[in-house]
């Protein structure tokens, strides 16, 4: 069965300062692979998601994740981080009534 | 265009009550499910759906009830509420493809006392 780890449950790190969040998923197939953003008393939003070909995928508000294979990992990077990210980020492998998702790694931005 | 609406935002019930959490999106989408989120376990399926007349359970159904008679609305049912319901409830939707991005509502939040 498929599983998604996020190592880190809280995360905190200064203003401009760059941030990877990372994610270890298993899978018995190619994965499909999401990084969700919630922010405080709202819904998910999709960041981006990778199915295939570039392991190195963009996504909204200039995030970006790459996807090792041989690592089952899916990390989640921002080059430098504004007092607006902080969130709770969720990794998730699958697909509709299989989409599994981890624990969450809560994000603290320093001023 | 609302996208998916959950009402109602706040609930409080005490043990044995029965409710109904409201869930409908104006996408047009096949496939709508209900999720439940607790500190440090992520989102866990209660219930989804693939259409109109079909359900079927998720990860953790025990407690809860669906129906989904139209495209649009896919109600949660506590048939008789109990503390372990207490959580954030999240109803999203998508086309009903592999690997497509699920769209989320608000969330509403239950407490059970």
């Known amino acids: 069965a498929q599983s998604v780890t996020q190592p880190d449950i809280h995360i905190t790190v200064s203003e401009g300062a760059s941030l990877e969040l990372r994610c270890n998923y298993s899978y018995g197939a190619t994965p499909y692979l999401f990084w969700y953003v919630q922010s405080p008393g709202q819904g998910l939003q999709l960041l981006l998601k990778?199915?295939?070909?570039?392991?190195l995928v963009q996504g909204i508000k200039g995030f970006e994740a790459e996807f090792k294979r041989s690592q089952s990992s899916f990390n989640l990077r921002k080059p430098s981080v504004h007092w607006s990210d902080a969130a709770e980020y969720f990794c998730?492998?699958?697909?509709?009534?299989?989409?599994?998702f981890g624990a969450g790694t809560r994000l603290t931005v320093k001023p | 265009n609302a996208g998916v609406t959950q009402t109602p935002k706040f609930q409080v019930l005490k043990t044995g009550q029965s409710m109904t959490l409201q869930c409908a999106q104006d996408?047009?989408?096949?496939?709508m499910s209900w999720y439940r989120q607790d500190p440090g376990m992520g989102l866990r399926l209660i219930h989804y759906?693939?259409?109109?007349?079909?359900?079927d359970q998720g990860e953790v159904p025990n407690g809860y009830n669906v129906s989904r008679s139209t495209t649009e609305d896919f109600p949660l049912r506590l048939l008789s509420a109990a503390p372990s319901q207490t959580s954030v409830y999240f109803c999203?939707?998508?086309?009903?493809?592999?690997?497509?991005?699920?769209?989320f509502g608000s969330g509403t939040q239950l407490s059970v006392l």
């Open positions: 759906s693939v259409g109109a007349g079909i359900t």
């Open positions: 998730a492998v699958g697909g509709n009534n299989d989409m599994r």
């Open positions: 990778y199915f295939s070909g570039d392991t």
């Open positions: 999203a939707s998508s086309y009903l493809s592999t690997g497509v991005e699920l769209f």
């Open positions: 996408m047009n989408h096949e496939y």
